[in-house]
């Protein structure tokens, strides 16, 4: 039995958390919201030339590459890098773009209005990151040191997620008056020690507290 041409394989699986199909490309500020998702969020590929159906069409333009360097180089911030090959489907032109996970994240890029975000990749579609997820992004990236002291408040708070999760940002903010600032810092500081786990869906995040490990207390 012949083998399924490699593109051809991608293309089965149907877009999803590391694979996007574009048939053009011909606005590099979106497409930079793409490639600062991948970057942020394990990384993934683009196919050029692919309609989101699955259905071959081939690039129309060489400028489609020069397009998504643009994109890299000048929309997104920092920079984002890409590895690119070029297939043969049927006698049409498909590129694949490859974005590794990236080191220096989080990217941002400009979102419809021009301002610069940090975007992350959630099953199909490119979502812009949470307050919470960009300071824990920050914390890990920082080199100060990180305490957590377990106060009887921050004991309550553990309390209420473990009575009543899944909980969101916003259901912790208005029932212990905290603002916003203070309860994304918390909730990051949380997470960087283990101690709640999130949960990410299109309606935003969700947060559980994590049991422990066998032989912890």
Known sequence: MKK??????LIARGEGAHLDFKFEISDAAKIARSLV?????????????????GVVRG???????????????????????FTSKEWNIDGKKVLEI???????YPHKAPDPSGKYKAYMRYEDQNILADGVLLKVWNKEKSKDDIQLV????????????????????????HHFKLSKFKTEHLLSDLI??????????????????KEPADGQI
């Open 4 to 9: 399924r041409h490699y593109i051809k394989e």
């Open 37 to 53: 998702a991948f970057a942020n969020t394990n990384g993934g590929k683009l196919l050029i030339g692919v309609k989101d159906n």
């Open 59 to 81: 690039i129309r333009s060489e400028e489609e590459y020069y397009m998504i360097e643009n994109a890299a180089q000048n929309y997104c911030r920092p920079q984002v890098k």
């Open 98 to 104: 490859d974005i590794p996970f990236s080191s220096s």
């Open 150 to 173: 377990f106060t009887d408040d921050l004991k309550a708070i553990l309390n209420y997620i473990e009575q009543n999760e899944p909980v969101t940002t916003t259901d912790i903010r």
């Open 192 to 209: 960087i020690f283990d101690v709640i786990k999130i949960d990410l869906t299109d309606a935003g995040l969700f947060f559980y507290l």
